[in-house]
């Protein structure tokens, strides 16, 4: 079994959602699917058979956060996931991997399952870093204990429609696998796409992918499903 997992970021109203959920319903795949949302459409019915998550997360139980939501909070939404450590949460919100890591650990805490994002930028890349930025990054983030899902993101391959060679994707997840205290799933996310999808899911060690842009409309999201069952 494969993740496909959508990432809306801040994307969408209640009738996009409503419509994706009625279009998933119609997929038989034996592939877990898991959309997340942003906040304001987590509520609200859904027996379409996929799952829900969040994008982000405090690590705060609850108290004086002003804006911020707690992981009981979403679990009573009936949230399954939740996104930590996506690139644009630390670029625009200074996340520290010390932060996404007590943000993963709250999130398992509550029984929600995190996604924790790494990735190099190009820089790093170009300087031959990936590697070690990767590693450092993951030590850092992961919690000590409990079930998650690692996402490696090269940064600069999130909605620039470039991706990395299939190497260059091997390499990274293989040290994420040779990283990891315990086998957890590793899925890839930047640039996916229906052309792209049945490549990148047979690379060995990636066990599926984290979607954006292509995951906002259901003649993008279908096909790339319909490719990877
Ligand atoms: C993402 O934001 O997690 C992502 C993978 O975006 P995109 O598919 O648009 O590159």
Redesign the pocket.
Same mark, same amino acid.
């Given at each position: 079994m494969k993740f496909i997992i959508g990432?809306w970021?801040m994307n969408g109203d209640m009738a996009s959602k409503e419509s994706m959920l009625k279009s998933l319903k119609t997929v038989k795949s034996g592939n877990k699917i898991v959309l997340c949302l942003p906040f304001t459409l987590l509520c609200g019915k859904n027996n379409s058979g996929i799952s829900i998550g969040a994008q982000d997360v405090s690590f705060h139980e609850n108290g004086a956060y002003t804006g911020d939501i707690s992981a009981t909070m979403l679990k009573e939404m009936v949230v399954e996931y939740v996104i930590v450590g996506?690139s644009e949460r630390r670029t625009n919100h200074d996340e520290t991997n010390e932060i996404v890591r007590q943000k993963a650990t709250t999130a398992i805490k509550n029984g929600i399952i995190p996604i924790i994002c790494v990735g190099e930028t190009m820089e790093e890349k170009n300087a031959g870093h990936t590697t070690s930025v990767i590693k450092k990054m993951l030590l850092e983030s992961i919690p000590d204990n409990g079930e998650f899902i690692v996402a490696y993101?090269p940064r600069w /391959? #999130?909605?620039s429609g470039l991706t990395p060679t299939t190497n260059e994707i091997v390499s990274a997840v293989k040290t994420i696998f040779e990283t990891l205290p315990n086998t957890m799933p590793i899925i890839y $996310? $930047?640039?996916?796409n229906k052309d792209n999808a049945r490549d990148i899911i047979s690379i060995p060690y990636v066990d599926g992918l984290? #979607? $954006? $842009? /292509?995951s906002l409309k259901s003649d993008t999201f279908l096909p790339i499903i319909k490719a990877i069952d």
């Open positions: 990432n970021k996506h993101e /391959a #999130i909605g $996310g $930047g640039s996916v984290l #979607i $954006g $842009g /292509a």
